[in-house]
């Protein structure tokens, strides 16, 4: 199955992300504030860059500085966060990390 195309193009250096908060766990538990941000991530798959962006292309797997927390904005019914491109503290080898569910987190693959 072919995914979606987003349909947003990003200005200037601006990334756009998945949004890591989770509300509910898959089988439907409902989070509280604290747990959520227990549970959230800030390595994330980069959705969109835009044409300014200098380090960080589409597809890339950042770790995002974790003292901010972005702009959230809703497309196509689904919640993403938009940040500049300096607020990334690098980009991870992805090839290397997979996502590791019972932390809610990407880990160094064995």
Known sequence: MK??????????????????????????IILGDNIQKEISTNVLKVLA???EAKWVKEGDTVMIDPTITG?????????HVLV?????????????LVWDK????????K
């Open 71 to 79: 702009m959230i904005i809703s497309i196509d019914d689904k919640t």
């Open 3 to 28: 995914k979606k195309k987003i349909n947003f193009k990003p200005l200037r250096d601006w990334i756009l992300l998945p949004d890591p908060r989770k509300t509910e766990t898959d089988s439907g």
């Open 84 to 96: 500049a491109e300096f607020h990334c503290l690098g980009i991870m080898d992805s090839e290397t």
């Open 49 to 51: 860059v835009g044409p």
């Open 102 to 109: 019972n932390h809610a987190e990407f880990a160094p693959s």
